[in-house]
């Protein structure tokens, strides 16, 4: 009797830190999505300050 009660107690311990591990990367998965999104808008912005240095050298260079 004691085999089979331990083998249900390991297969419970089994699952409880597969849930563990679950909520782990489930955490790390939303906050790699938050980074990405930030780089996202980071980029974007840099992007746009570039568009505008380019017009801005371009309207430079036709006074010249």
């Known amino acids: 009797m004691f085999w089979p009660m331990f083998a249900v ?5 089994g699952l409880a ?3 563990v591990l679950a909520v782990r990367v489930f955490l790390e998965a939303r906050r790699l999505g938050q980074q990405v999104t930030e ?3 980071r980029i974007s ?3 746009e300050d570039l568009e505008r240095a380019a017009v801005r050298a371009s309207q430079a260079v036709d006074t010249l």
């Open 9 to 13: 107690a390991v297969g419970f311990l």
């Open 17 to 19: 830190v597969l849930g």
């Open 39 to 41: 780089s996202a808008r």
């Open 45 to 47: 912005r840099a992007a």
